[in-house]
């Protein structure tokens, strides 16, 4: 018996935004594999396309479903073919011994393995990337230390392809941090191999000035776990795209992400989870911050349960903090489901005001308040990061929370 | 030695159709040492002069004056009214979710003393503190009022008074929501930060109960937004007796 929720609670107050898409509400448009439904604008349509070539994708014009919330004049060409790559983007590999990396063709076998580009600057990345990154770890093997991913922009425009490949029963954590000033767009695959587990942190860091498109999208093998902390701080625009696709039953995705929009900033998170497989498992959990004229999140949490998807279990969730006025937030979680032999599908988006009774609360023990808003910011995020379940991961993400918010809340 | 002097205090809160006057005109002292009962009817006005003291933005104070030795308290900030030694024990404290206890207690302990106490000294004041309080050690873990029982939230409260040692306590409705072995163990809390001497105390209580635990030095009857009886601790047997029905007679506030 399915144990459907649909529990869209929503606070909106000031300039905040809130929409929300009921479950039922048809998903198509990218990647689902289907046009989409007379209830979506018919802009959407176009872009009901999956393709490893550009120029199956018309330029957006703003009014399409999936691109209505992104500012695209500050893309720098990234969506219109007139970003030519020539930038620098150094990736860095570090690695425990026993992980291959390789510098690959796009003929490799492994290269768009997880799927096509699913919107136009995705596949404008497949494109256009020169040579892709492939780290490997062989079956059976367990890392104690994890591999080190650093991808930090010297300027100017590029285009990249990471493939990240877990034999079978390997377990590895991955962190990829972005830093620098770049615009690049890009794809990241993860190949998680049956009863494999991977757990990968993507911080975006950037400089206030760069721009950051991707793609990433997880095939996740039988009872294989694929565990993705999203974390969002720095650049003008963050656009991701993270998906997680089943190659056989029993795997099982958690995706956390936290973000932190300041004054200008442009953060966006589109998710998709697609359950075409029996007996998997899903939980997204993304939680932000904002503060600042001008900033601007957007959570867009797609999953669909597909006919033969019996035994799924998926729950979404969204939090947004809005510190200050002039904030704005856009969060739509979408459920579509198929299948009533399910085991549970849910989702919750709320977005709110810093709550002021906190604040007293703790000035009340005199702690100064710029020190009890960080408290509160911090314990919002904090919540999230306990459920991570990885002590080394938990710390050094509460110590960047901590970084980012002793410069930017005081 | 520590002295609270409020003269003449008018509080309104914004209603509906334009502000509302609550407090209309108190005038009290407290000294340190001294043990001070506000008792009065639901609505009279007692939480609100908690609250003003404290300084929560709800509530403004239209006339009258707020001095601790002196100093004006009114025109201090909330945490700068925390760190000159006021108080404030909350009927309702509020959750504050992914702050643990004990990081919650230390940032408010170095905000309050000016230094980061001592780790070793810390904890081991910490833990004498919780176990004096009947508290499990394992409660510092947990999110700050997050799930916490009514008992629970009521100790964690008197916990941060032993803690913080200010030099006036308001006790806004400790004793409600507690059953007999929770109100006996929160007064004890109580009597011990008061027996070292330190102390004033404003214990704003609906009830004569917790009287029989903390006996005060002085008893106020609260009505309408002021003090409108004071006397010794007879006063508040005088209550027990007849209630509050004599001092209502004119209307409640709300």
Same mark, same amino acid.
């Given at each position: 018996?399915?144990?459907?929720?649909?529990?869209?609670?929503?606070?909106?107050?000031?300039?905040?935004?809130?929409?929300?898409?009921?479950? !039922?509400?048809?998903?198509?448009?990218?990647?689902?594999?289907?046009?989409?439904?007379?209830?979506?604008?018919?802009?959407?349509?176009?872009?009901?396309?999956?393709?490893?070539?550009?120029?199956?994708?018309?330029?957006?014009? /703003?009014?399409?479903?999936?691109?209505?919330?992104?500012?695209?004049?500050?893309?720098?060409?990234?969506?219109? !073919?007139?970003?030519?790559?020539?930038?620098?983007?150094?990736?860095?590999?570090?690695?425990?011994?026993?992980?291959?990396?390789?510098?690959?063709?796009?003929?490799?076998?492994?290269? !768009?393995?997880?799927?096509?580009?699913?919107? %136009?600057?995705?596949?404008?990345?497949?494109?256009?990337?020169?040579?892709?990154?492939?780290?490997?770890?062989?079956?059976?093997?367990?890392?104690?230390?994890?591999?080190?991913?650093?991808?930090?922009?010297?300027?100017?425009?590029?285009?990249?392809?990471?493939?990240?490949?877990?034999?079978?029963? @390997?377990?590895?954590?991955?962190?990829?941090?972005?830093?620098?000033?770049?615009?690049?767009?890009?794809?990241?695959?993860?190949?998680?191999?049956?009863?494999?587990?991977?757990?990968?942190?993507?911080?975006?860091?950037?400089?206030?000035?760069?721009?950051?498109?991707?793609?990433?999208?997880?095939?996740?093998?039988?009872?294989?776990?694929?565990?993705?902390?999203?974390?969002?701080?720095?650049?003008?625009?963050?656009?991701?795209?993270? %998906?997680?696709?089943?190659? @056989?039953?029993?795997?099982?995705?958690?995706?956390?992400?936290?973000?932190?929009?300041?004054?200008?900033?442009?953060?966006?998170?589109?998710?998709?989870?697609?359950?075409?497989?029996?007996?998997?498992?899903?939980?997204?959990?993304?939680? /932000?911050?904002?503060?600042?004229?001008?900033?601007?999140?957007?959570?867009?949490?797609?999953?669909?349960?597909?006919?033969?998807?019996?035994?799924?279990?998926?729950?979404?969730?969204? %939090?947004?903090l809005v510190l200050t006025d002039g904030a704005r937030v856009d969060s739509v979680p979408n459920l579509e489901i198929e299948t009533g032999e399910i085991v549970g599908a849910g989702h919750a988006s709320a977005t709110g005001r810093f709550d002021d009774e906190q604040l007293f609360y703790l000035q009340a023990r005199g702690i100064p308040a710029d020190e009890a808003r960080r408290l509160v910011v911090r314990g919002f995020f904090?919540?999230?990061?306990?459920?991570?379940?990885?002590?080394?991961?938990?710390?050094?993400?509460?110590?960047?929370?901590? @970084?980012?918010?002793?410069?930017?809340?005081? | 030695? *520590?002295?609270?002097?409020?003269?003449?205090? #008018?509080?309104?809160?914004? *209603?509906?159709?334009?502000?509302?006057?609550?407090?209309?005109?108190?005038?009290?002292?407290?000294?340190?040492?001294?043990? #001070? *009962?506000?008792?009065?009817?639901?609505?009279?006005?007692?939480?609100?002069?908690?609250?003003?003291?404290?300084?929560?933005?709800?509530?403004? +104070?239209?006339?009258?004056?707020?001095?601790? $030795?002196?100093?004006?308290?009114?025109?201090?900030?909330?945490?700068?009214?925390?760190?000159?030694? +006021?108080?404030?024990?909350?009927?309702?404290?509020?959750?504050?979710?992914?702050?643990?206890?004990?990081?919650?207690?230390?940032?408010?302990?170095?905000?309050?003393?000016?230094?980061?106490?001592?780790?070793?000294?810390?904890?081991?004041?910490?833990?004498?503190?919780?176990?004096?309080? #009947?508290?499990?050690?394992?409660?510092?873990?947990?999110?700050?009022?997050?799930?916490?029982?009514?008992?629970?939230?009521?100790?964690?409260?008197?916990?941060?008074?032993?803690?913080?040692?200010?030099?006036?306590?308001?006790?806004?409705?400790?004793?409600?929501?507690? $059953? +007999?072995?929770?109100?006996?163990?929160?007064?004890?809390?109580?009597?011990?930060?008061?027996?070292?001497?330190?102390?004033?105390?404003?214990?704003?209580?609906?009830?004569?109960?917790?009287?029989?635990?903390?006996?005060?030095?002085?008893? #106020?009857?609260?009505?309408?937004?002021?003090?409108?009886?004071?006397?010794? *601790?007879?006063?508040?047997?005088?209550?027990? $007796?007849?209630?509050?029905?004599?001092?209502?007679?004119?209307?409640?506030?709300?």
């Open positions: 018996m399915a144990d459907v929720q649909n529990t869209p609670g929503a606070t909106t107050a000031g300039s905040i935004e809130v929409g929300t898409a009921g479950a !039922g509400a048809q998903l198509a448009g990218p990647g689902t594999g289907r046009a989409t439904a007379a209830a979506q604008p018919v802009d959407a349509r176009a872009e009901a396309v999956a393709s490893y070539d550009v120029a199956d994708f018309p330029v957006p014009t /703003g009014r399409e479903e999936n691109w209505r919330f992104t500012p695209l004049h500050r893309l720098r060409g990234l969506h219109d !073919g007139t970003a030519e790559a020539g930038g620098r983007v150094r990736v860095e590999v570090t690695a425990p011994a026993g992980v291959s990396q390789e510098t690959v063709d796009r003929t490799d076998p492994r290269v !768009g393995r997880t799927g096509k580009p699913v919107d %136009r600057i995705a596949a404008q990345a497949f494109s256009s990337f020169e040579k892709a990154s492939v780290v490997s770890v062989p079956k059976d093997t367990v890392l104690t230390e994890p591999v080190r991913i650093s991808v930090h922009g010297e300027g100017g425009t590029a285009y990249g392809h990471q493939v990240v490949e877990l034999g079978a029963f @390997a377990e590895a954590v991955v962190v990829i941090e972005h830093t620098g000033d770049a615009v690049l767009a890009a794809n990241v695959e993860y190949l998680v191999g049956d009863g494999a587990k991977l757990t990968v942190v993507s911080v975006q860091d950037w400089d206030d000035t760069a721009v950051h498109a991707a793609q990433h999208t997880a095939l996740i093998g039988r009872d294989a776990s694929f565990k993705s902390v999203v974390v969002t701080f720095g650049g003008d625009l963050v656009r991701l795209h993270p %998906r997680v696709v089943y190659g @056989a039953p029993g795997g099982e995705a958690e995706l956390y992400g936290l973000y932190f929009a300041d004054a200008g900033q442009h953060l966006e998170h589109r998710l998709f989870i697609d359950h075409d497989t029996p007996h998997c498992r899903s939980n997204v959990a993304y939680k /932000g911050a904002l503060q600042g004229a001008e900033s601007h999140a957007v959570w867009i949490g797609d999953v669909l349960i597909r006919a033969a998807a019996e035994g799924t279990d998926t729950y979404e969730l969204n %939090r947004n904090a919540e999230l990061v306990q459920q991570i379940g990885l002590p080394d991961v938990q710390e050094r993400l509460l110590e960047r929370i901590d @970084a980012e918010l002793e410069a930017t809340l005081s | 030695m *520590a002295t609270l002097e409020i003269r003449d205090l #008018h509080v309104s809160v914004e *209603a509906e159709n334009g502000p509302r006057e609550i407090l209309r005109g108190v005038d009290l002292t407290v000294k340190q040492g001294e043990t #001070h *009962a506000i008792m009065g009817p639901n609505g009279s006005g007692k939480s609100t002069l908690a609250y003003s003291l404290a300084g929560h933005p709800k509530y403004t +104070v239209t006339s009258g004056s707020v001095t601790l $030795d002196g100093e004006d308290v009114l025109a201090m900030s909330v945490d700068e009214r925390a760190r000159a030694g +006021v108080f404030l024990a909350m009927q309702y404290p509020v959750e504050v979710p992914g702050v643990s206890v004990s990081n919650f207690l230390r940032t408010a302990a170095t905000a309050v003393r000016g230094e980061a106490p001592k780790l070793r000294t810390w904890v081991k004041e910490v833990k004498e503190a919780m176990a004096a309080l #009947h508290m499990d050690p394992a409660f510092a873990e947990r999110n700050v009022n997050e799930g916490f029982s009514g008992g629970e939230k009521k100790r964690h409260e008197i916990l941060q008074l032993e803690l913080l040692k200010p030099s006036i306590a308001i006790l806004d409705e400790t004793d409600s929501g507690l $059953d +007999v072995d929770a109100l006996r163990i929160v007064s004890e809390g109580i009597n011990r930060v008061r027996e070292s001497g330190e102390v004033g105390t404003l214990l704003v209580t609906h009830y004569t109960r917790i009287l029989r635990y903390i006996k005060p030095d002085y008893v #106020h009857v609260f009505a309408n937004g002021r003090i409108v009886e004071s006397g010794g *601790a007879e006063l508040a047997d005088k209550l027990e $007796d007849e209630g509050y029905e004599a001092y209502v007679k004119g209307g409640a506030s709300e």
